[in-house]
């Protein structure tokens, strides 16, 4: 027998057969048509120097490389303490494509 669940009976009409197994991904996933699509685009601007989404790619690759030769694996923790910068978009992107959690500090 299924467990009631009760917090269903708040959702809005049309929600209560949502299945969120249907959408098991990962937040690096999801975004690499985007990444694909626009690689010739602007990801961001910082300082008049633009990145575009093929750079960044290819920069927090480079930064989830370097996690996962330094040992880190998939659910190590990866504390990221950089104010709003570009290397922040980098290490934050790049330890989610290792696989890691990614914590402010």
């Known amino acids: 027998m299924e467990r009631e669940q009760f917090w269903k009976k708040s959702y809005d009409a049309g929600l209560k057969d949502l299945d969120p197994s249907k959408w ?3 937040y690096v996933d999801i975004i690499k ?13 910082f300082f008049g120097i633009e990145v575009s989404f093929a750079d960044l790619d290819k920069y ?13 694996k998939k659910g190590d ?14 290490a934050w992107l790049g330890t989610l494509k ?5 914590s402010g500090v």
Request: glycine share 8%; aromatic share 10%; net charge negative.
């Open 77 to 90: 923790v990866v504390g990221i303490n950089l104010p709003n910068i570009p290397e922040y978009v980098i």
């Open 60 to 72: 927090s690759n480079r930064f989830a490389d370097m996690l996962t030769q330094n040992g880190l």
């Open 24 to 26: 098991e991904t990962s």
């Open 33 to 45: 048509p985007a990444f694909d699509k626009f690689s010739g685009k602007a990801a961001f601007t």
């Open 98 to 102: 290792a696989g890691c959690v990614v």
